[in-house]
């Protein structure tokens, strides 16, 4: 039975060069792969890793100081924050 991975329901085309197109080919065929499968699979890491980039924070020394400083002091709750939190919608 076929997953929904397994579904090939989308097409996607592009043109380069002989000399790309060898490359990928020889790459392919290094890992004993089909040109697509190989060019499939490369560019799904490559986008996995470029979402995965895009959501880390990264913050310096001096900004992590700051961080940590400013959750580690205990603050009362302003009245806008108390009034936010009494919102109907805040915890669905």
Request: glycine letters at 2%; zero cysteines; proline letters at 1%.
């Amino acid at each position: 039975m076929l997953t929904a991975i397994d579904l090939k329901d989308a097409r996607i085309e592009f043109k380069t060069s002989k000399d790309i197109k060898a490359l990928l080919q020889d790459a392919a065929n290094s890992l004993g792969m089909d040109l697509s499968s190989f060019l499939i699979s490369t560019a799904t890491q490559r986008a996995k890793d470029v979402i995965k980039e895009d959501n880390l924070l990264t913050l310096s020394k001096e900004e992590w100081k700051h961080f940590e400083s400013s959750i580690s002091s205990s603050k009362k709750p302003t009245k806008a924050l108390k009034e936010l939190m009494n919102l109907e919608s805040f915890d669905d």
